[in-house]
């Protein structure tokens, strides 16, 4: 029952009797006892309660011309009924659109910002703790979970360390993994948690086990 009082019963009831006024076409050409317009507008459109439009049916039935405009009203009702249903469901659908659109952003930022991409393929081979000074700093997010390290040319696959140390020798964070050949070379991929550590230039160290360690400068922002 919608909030005027109208069941499905009761608009069945005043069509089979409003039908049964059209079917026996009283003409009214002096429109004698008709209800103004705005009253067959509130019925059509439900707007008057059905208590208040029971006074005006015995009309409908035996007036063609109210019948007429009656219809006229209620199909122009319905139309706008159904227009302002699909606006409904337009916008609801945008919403929904833009709502995933933004979620698909979000965890494809989150994505981008849990991996970080290290890539020393055109650097040099250092030899001890020192980073070279000639080198720019590799650039590296706090916040990045996961490290995908692409490493000098000529290195080999296999197992690597790799762990970031400060000016003075302190560890930051220490992992391991195993380098593999790929079509962006020999890659090595590590889980490193950095985000309780400060921002700032430290020391990136990269060894095969093993081997003496490679060094490299970072800036951890």
């Known amino acids: 029952m919608n909030a005027k009082g109208y069941s499905e019963r009761d608009e069945k009831r005043i069509l089979d009797v409003l039908g049964h006024g059209l079917l026996k076409e009283f003409p009214n050409p002096d429109r004698t006892g008709c209800p103004g317009s705005d009253v067959l507008k509130r019925i059509a459109s439900h707007e008057m309660p059905l208590a208040d439009a029971e006074k005006w049916l015995n009309h409908l039935t035996s007036c063609s011309p109210c019948y007429g405009d009656f219809s006229q009203l209620q199909a122009a009702y319905q139309h706008r009924r ?5 606006a409904i469901a337009a916008s609801i659908l945008i919403v929904a ?6 979620f698909f952003l979000k965890q494809k930022e989150s994505s981008v910002t849990q991996t970080a991409v290290l890539d020393l393929r055109n650097r040099s081979i250092p030899r001890g703790t020192e980073p070279n000074p000639a080198e720019p700093p590799l650039k590296v997010s706090r916040t990045a979970t996961h490290w995908e390290i692409y490493l000098p040319l000529g290195s080999d696959e296999g197992r690597y360390d790799v762990r970031i140390v400060t000016d003075s020798g302190e560890s930051l964070m220490a992992a391991s993994g195993i380098a593999k050949l790929n ?17 700032g230039r430290r020391v990136l160290q990269i060894r095969k086990a093993g081997s003496e360690w490679n060094s490299y400068t970072v800036l951890l922002e």
Do not use: F, P
Request: glycine content about 4%; some cysteine; proline content about 0%.
């Open 97 to 102: 659109c833009v709502a995933s659109w933004a």
């Open 183 to 199: 079509s962006r070379g020999i890659t090595l991929q590590v889980a490193v948690t950095l985000s309780s550590a400060r921002s």
């Open 82 to 86: 159904t227009r302002t249903l699909l």
